[in-house]
């Protein structure tokens, strides 16, 4: 349900696009189906960081970070190595393993 006006959606869009630090603005409908994510959960307008921006509270307005520090939130942190030490059984395909529930599902049916 959006709780702005759809006609107001794209304005919204362009104007925080605009600003310095973002690598995208999406509607609900573009980010629910990029991300795989439930649109019910998430807010009208999702805000994507570029490579050197991140999102949260600062006593300042910007913060100088050392060049080895992770988010864990923007496009550029997605791929995430998975290390398996004395597994069960066969290890996954990398083509098994797309998201995360790939990995549930995987390991669950490991332990049955």
């Known amino acids: 349900m959006l709780l702005i006006q759809a006609a ?7 104007i ?10 999406l509607g609900i409908e573009t980010a629910a189906a990029r991300f795989r994510l439930m649109a019910s959960r998430i807010g009208d307008l999702v805000v994507i960081p570029d490579i050197d921006t991140v999102f949260g509270d600062l006593p300042d307005e910007t913060e100088a970070l050392d060049a080895s520090y ?18 069960e059984g066969k290890y996954p395909d990398s083509e098994e393993l797309k998201v995360n529930l790939d990995l549930t599902r995987f390991l669950y049916r490991q332990v049955l």
């Open 70 to 87: 992770q988010s864990h939130g923007s496009l550029y942190e997605m791929d995430v190595p998975l290390l398996f030490l004395k597994p």
């Open 16 to 25: 925080i696009g605009s600003l310095p630090g973002l690598e995208a603005v």
């Open 8 to 14: 107001d959606v794209e304005k919204a869009i362009d």
